[in-house]
């Protein structure tokens, strides 16, 4: 149900899509689409034990997760303890398009996840490659 003039990639409100499929996310304070400025979110919560293999196959159903070249495998970061090698209970995950990040943030923070709550937000690279959340994190 999409009209002639309407632009290519956007949502209207209720879910529908437009002709091309994208998929923008809305903004109902601003009652406008947002384009997201990252592929990647930043993940915290995450319980102890968890695997990349887990969060690629639960954060990959909202969105493709890019592949590593060189590794072969998805991009997910599981940040860890640097003396003892344990995981911290947060990382980042890689989408192939900021659309798919920005739906991840929508749809997963504050819901659980084996047990534990997640925060889920855009990321950005800081100087250094490290990521950080937009607006000092929570």
Do not use: H
Not at 2 to 10: F, I
Not at 33 to 57: H, N, Q, R, W
Not at 93 to 110: I, R, T
């Amino acid at each position: 149900n999409t009209t002639q003039d309407e632009p290519a990639g956007v949502c209207r409100p209720g879910g529908q899509q437009s002709r091309r499929g994208l998929i923008m996310a809305y903004n109902p304070n601003t009652m406008s689409f947002d384009l997201p400025s990252t592929d990647m979110v930043y993940v915290s919560g995450l319980p102890a034990g968890v695997t990349e293999k887990e969060i690629e196959e639960y954060f990959g159903s909202i969105g493709v997760i890019k592949q590593d070249k060189k590794l072969k495998k998805a991009k997910i970061w599981l940040y860890r303890d640097k003396e003892s090698g344990a995981l911290k209970g947060d990382g980042t995950v890689s989408y192939e398009d900021p659309f798919s990040a920005s739906s991840a943030v929508q749809w997963f923070n504050g819901k659980d996840f084996k047990g534990s709550t997640l925060t889920v937000a855009l990321a950005d690279l800081k100087p250094g490659g490290g990521a950080s959340t937009y607006g000092g994190g929570g």
